[in-house]
């Protein structure tokens, strides 16, 4: 863990869970934060889908969880049937907006600028922007993983952004869902690569937080999160379940 940057464990529950399950979800995690006190080695994030926001806000409320959106809508408000804006997350007691998911990219067919288009909106509307990037598996065989990151990093991130509006989350996009990681030294290569191009895009660029994400568990958070250019981890498929995502909260080194 990087000096200077607090860690960051952020979850994706992606489109699961019933009322019932999500709050029953949110205050197994919040009754574990609360609890943990003090001794809380980074930030905890929730990102329920949508119709479990508000349901989430009031499971979390006076303990240190905090609240993400999954998506936002680049404009503030209209004829958008479906969407939701990043103003709507705010007011439920959201302050971070997970953008440019992997999942959105590929199954929503979203570009680089109208990730950057949202991230703008987050920033409008005062939330945190944790912006995804990830190459395919055959960009990794091809040997493009570092330029497809870059250019995805310029394209999402829109001018004027600054430390404390960012978060970038690398998730190699065959990592996700799959049990499949990168090797500790390929994380650290991508992270020191999205370090190094936010350094030089953005002033004091260097503190952003970059997480690892892709198939996080238990049993490799502690290798993961020691990274010192992993600043924490964003967690689908582990975050489901209270105990799992917190082993993994757990696993973070203290400062
Ligand atoms: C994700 O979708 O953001 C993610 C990291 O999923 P998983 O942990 O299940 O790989």
Redesign the pocket.
């Given at each position: 863990m990087a000096s200077g940057r607090r860690p960051l464990i952020a979850a994706?529950w992606?489109m699961n869970g019933l009322k019932a399950d999500g709050v029953a979800l949110a205050q197994a995690v919040a009754a574990r934060a609360k609890s943990a006190g003090a001794t809380l080695a980074g930030e905890v994030l929730v990102s329920p889908p949508a119709t479990l926001i508000d349901a989430v806000s009031a499971a979390i409320a006076g303990t240190p969880v905090l609240l993400g959106g999954q998506d936002c809508h680049a404009q503030t408000s209209g004829a958008f049937t479906g969407d939701i804006s990043a103003a709507m997350l705010k007011d439920l007691g959201a302050s971070h907006v997970i953008l440019g998911?992997s999942?959105r990219r590929t199954l929503h067919g979203e570009t680089d600028a109208q990730v950057s288009a949202k991230v703008a909106a987050a920033r409008a509307a005062g939330l945190v922007a944790i912006v995804c990037v990830g190459e395919t598996e055959a960009q990794r065989d091809s040997g493009d993983t570092i330029a497809v990151i870059v250019g995805q990093i310029d394209g999402s991130i829109p001018a004027g952004a600054t430390v404390a509006e960012i978060v970038v989350a690398y998730?190699p996009v065959w990592?996700?869902?799959t049990g499949r990681t990168p090797t500790l030294a390929e994380i650290v290569e991508v992270h020191q690569a999205i370090r190094a191009r936010l350094a030089s895009r953005i002033p004091g660029g260097d503190a952003i937080r970059i997480l690892y994400?892709?198939?996080?568990k238990p049993s490799n958070a502690v290798e993961v999160l020691a990274l010192a250019d992993v600043d924490g981890a964003?967690?689908?498929?582990?975050s489901l379940k209270a105990e799992d995502f917190w082993a993994i909260v757990s696993a973070l080194p203290q400062a």
């Open positions: 994706n992606k998911h999942e998730e990592a996700i869902g994400g892709g198939s996080v964003l967690v689908g498929g582990a």
